[in-house]
């Protein structure tokens, strides 16, 4: 998946990479396609090789955008199998605003990451939640597609905290069939509406089961030494080693995820206390603040290699948010510390590819 904005509109506050159209209010479905950018189509030609005769790749066929001229360097975005049936740009957000929008002023953002490769529309949802006075949670619906088979077409609940602007998709388990609708890029989309229909019910019901889990975070209370535990268990330790016995490089490896780690938990820590919303009576000194504290230090202080827009709602960002809800949700619970241990929760060798 690409790692940068190509276009992109938003309402509200500006990205920290400063690109971007910025409009003054909502934009509706049409506002949402031309601000975005997404107005084009594409299509899948026959693969071949670079060569003299070319030679027909069997079972590949590259997508390309229509809109962009033979030798163009954004016309190629991938290469699917010979099944691939795209779905167009201006056919899946009108499916998705057939429900979600309405044909009212709802999307705050939306645009294409790379030359398009992924597309992305966020509409409002018709309700809010309120964690306790002024720290309010704005419920999404998040539309994905891709043009170069790295995604399903994708629709979503995701949440934003407007304090400190933390996000967190509700698809959480991709068991979450209440949360999330994906479907393949195989056509047949003339009922991609009434699926999306039934799935709209259900992510409305959804929300109300997110806000009964976040208030059960704010009233489970937590001392110093259960944040230190929450936050040990979010962040386990890499297992130690014998020093000695390793290669240099392996040693240097081994330092620098312990050093990581370390300066992870401690970040998380500072923020619990003194992160974003952390005045807001009731937040500190709760679950529901060690928590935001986490996805806080994810979204806005862990060091990435892509664009935030890129990391909060599409990238790897989100294994470490599902580790810190996952785990939030075990301390509600009655014996926390000893399901967590049961479960095998958070064991180190579940962290395999991760980086802190």
Known sequence: MPANVGEMFYYGEVPWHGKGTKLEELANMEEAIKNGGLDWEVQTIPLVTAEFPPSPVSGRVAIVRKDKPPGHKGRALGVA?????PLQNREGIRIFDAIFGKGERVYCTGGYLGAGEVVWVLA???KSIEIVKGDKVKPYALFTNSHD???AIDVRLTTIRVVCQNTLSMALKEQDKKSIFKKAHQG???DLEKDME???SDMLKSVDRIETNFKAMLERRFDDDEIREYIENLLPMPPKKDQKKLSPKALNRYLGDVARIQSARLQIGRLASK???TEIIGVTGSLWGVFNASLEYVDHHKKKSVDDLSWSLFGSSTLLKRRAF????EYVKPNPIEKIHQKGLFETSGMSGTSY
């Open 326 to 329: 996952d785990l939030a949700m």
């Open 275 to 277: 992160g974003l919303g």
């Open 188 to 190: 047949n989309y003339g």
């Open 81 to 85: 199998y010979d099944g691939f049936k």
């Open 124 to 126: 409002q949802l018709p």
């Open 198 to 200: 039934e799935f709209f």
């Open 149 to 151: 088979g790295s995604i």
